[in-house]
């Protein structure tokens, strides 16, 4: 490639060279539990980021985790669980398409090459591309109180109400100041869709246990369920964006 000059002087850049860069990976976690005969406790935290090879294109991660369990008395126990986590993706401009990052540096003819066009790309500019951004947000929330009552030793029922809540999140933007005509957007777009999720769950198990001769152990289990879930879907393309 670097034998490749393009019309105005340009040495053609060679995109297996020029595109691959430093991944580096970062992360951490952190964790406590302790408790008293009655109560125990478990929390973990843990972030990380990692980013790709051919950027822009990186990961964000977190999360956070905590566990009670309390024993007021010895008819019952009362256990609750959340957890939340959070993934956040800058997601490379791939595919078979006219923005395509690596394609479009694949593609190109380096007898073409200009300061503006430097691996000779036939539709869109690298430095164009570069400059969009392709994200996918996606947070999560899950939670649960259980209460368990002791009626006797052999009879006992549980209740238990969780929660589990989703918000997911993708967007697109080209900015105003790209030549991204190849693509169809002249003067710049926006493109949003986002997904809610929630789900409701109630539950209720009574046992019962009971000796019979010969060493024979009987159990008895009734109980039932419901669930409520509730989805809401949007999405939305905007056009001649300034930004």
Do not use: C
């Not at 589990?164 to 949003?192: C, E, I, W």
């Not at 669930?227 to 939305?236: K, M, V």
């Amino acid at each position: 490639f670097p034998r490749f000059k393009g019309p105005d002087g340009t040495v053609a850049l060679d995109a297996n060279e020029a595109m691959i860069q430093k991944g580096p990976y970062y992360g951490a976690d952190l964790s406590a539990q302790g408790g008293t005969p009655r109560s125990t406790y478990f929390a973990s935290t843990a972030i990380s980021k990692e980013t790709g090879s051919i950027q822009p294109n990186d990961q964000l991660k977190g999360s956070l985790r905590l566990n009670l369990m309390f024993v007021p008395n010895d008819k019952w126990t009362v256990d609750a669980r959340s957890t939340y986590t959070r993934d956040r993706i800058n997601e490379i401009q791939a595919g078979n398409n006219w923005t395509a990052l690596l394609g479009n540096a694949l593609n190109g003819d380096p007898r073409t090459a200009t300061k503006t066009r430097p691996f000779g790309e036939a539709w869109v500019p690298i430095k164009d591309i570069k400059t969009m951004t392709t994200q996918s947000d996606v947070d999560r929330w899950t939670g649960a109180l259980t209460m368990t009552n002791f009626i006797v030793p052999s009879l006992n029922h549980r209740f238990t109400v969780g929660v589990d809540a989703v918000n997911d999140h993708k967007s697109r933007f080209f900015p105003y100041a790209g030549n991204f005509g190849p693509a169809g957007v002249t003067n710049g777009q926006a493109n949003l869709g986002t997904r809610n999720y929630k789900t409701y769950t109630l539950d209720y198990l009574a046992q019962w246990t009971q000796k019979l001769p010969f060493g024979i152990v009987s159990n008895l289990s009734a109980g039932g369920q419901g669930f409520w879930d509730i989805e809401s879907l949007l999405t939305g393309v905007g056009n001649s964006f300034a930004g």
